[in-house]
């Protein structure tokens, strides 16, 4: 083909055709959930949707355009509502269902008292870097393929899950916003797909944390590495080394702590693992989260946040 009129024809690709390629995660209407929303519209550029002051994800798939909504952990059951907006005319609502989902509760009984209860000048820190990472997290990148097809980012078990209900020495604590991978400090983890790199840090609760930016208020964030090999800005590709595993912040032993936000939302980084998901591995194995459980040793390691 002559190489002018291949680039023409390349050119002249709507939006429609390059988004075209993209698989959608299975729907899971519940807090800490996606939901996948069809959207009546069929125009070839992508509309653009709101769940209140914040902008929602809008993939193509299979000739029609959906909604991927990040439902918060401490979204009540019912209806929640979209807006589409059309240019130059009102916006249109649709609504979705959030359904309920109990998460197991944790006991933990942590040895160190700072990591249940922190200072007054640890407390005022901790606040400076949330908000920052709320920030980072709560951005938008626009993109026409956000990387939502994730592959396991390092060579290790899930040793605490999404949504647990953690009480620490007795006391209440947030659900856990991610999950742990349990793994030696040192070994290599993984971006789980193409992204963008969004902040490098080193927080009190998070220690030394990688932000990538996947696209569309699409966020995985890596918590407690050893070593961060790549900086903010720099583009990455799916399978690229971004750092290693180890045990920085606020954790009793080496684990990759690993969150993913959709729209500002925690969701269960398994949403969007598919068949890349690790098979599980019994209890008795691992070190999986019991309903009770101990942290004296790096055997038992797992993320300590708010």
């Known amino acids: 083909m002559n190489k002018v009129l291949l680039l023409i024809l390349c050119l002249s690709l709507p939006l429609w055709a390059e988004a075209a390629p993209l698989t959608l995660p299975v729907s899971d209407a519940v807090p800490g959930g996606v939901a996948v929303v069809p959207l009546p519209t069929t125009g070839k550029h992508a509309p653009k949707v709101k769940l209140g002051e914040k902008r929602v ?13 990040g ?11 979209l807006d589409l907006l059309h240019a130059g005319a009102a916006s249109e609502q649709l609504k979705f269902s959030v359904t309920p989902k109990q998460y197991p509760e944790q006991d933990l009984t942590i040895k160190n008292p700072e990591m249940v209860n922190p200072t007054p000048a640890q407390l ?10 709320d920030k980072v997290v709560n951005g ?9 097809d994730f592959t396991w980012p390092a060579k290790g ?30 070994t290599p983890v993984h971006a789980p797909a193409d992204a963008v790199v969004a902040d490098v840090g080193r927080y009190y609760f998070c ?12 966020y995985s964030v890596y918590c407690h590495l050893s070593k961060i090999v790549v900086r903010p800005g720099q583009r990455v590709k799916q399978g690229q080394l971004v750092g290693r595993i180890g045990a920085t912040g606020r ?17 269960d980084p398994g949403v969007f693992l598919g068949p890349h998901a690790p098979t599980p591995i019994p209890a ?12 004296a040793s790096p055997a038992a390691a797992t993320s300590v946040h708010r």
Do not use: C
């Open 57 to 69: 994800m809008v993939i193509a798939h299979d000739g029609a355009w959906y909604a991927l909504v």
């Open 207 to 218: 220690g030394k944390t990688l932000t990538l930016d996947l696209g569309q208020g699409l």
């Open 71 to 81: 439902i918060p952990l401490d979204a009540a059951p019912g209806d929640m509502t």
């Open 124 to 133: 005022r820190r901790i606040d400076r870097e949330q908000q920052h990472l």
């Open 157 to 186: 078990p899930e040793t605490s899950g999404f949504g647990l209900h953690r009480v620490l020495n007795g006391e209440a604590r947030s659900p856990h916003s991610g999950i742990d991978i349990g793994a030696p400090t040192g």
């Open 140 to 148: 938008w990148r626009k993109t026409a393929a956000p990387g939502v």
């Open 251 to 267: 954790t009793t032993g080496p684990n990759l702590h690993w969150t993913v936000r959709l729209n500002g939302a925690a969701v």
């Open 284 to 295: 008795a194995s691992t070190h999986a989260a019991p309903a009770a459980l101990t942290v």
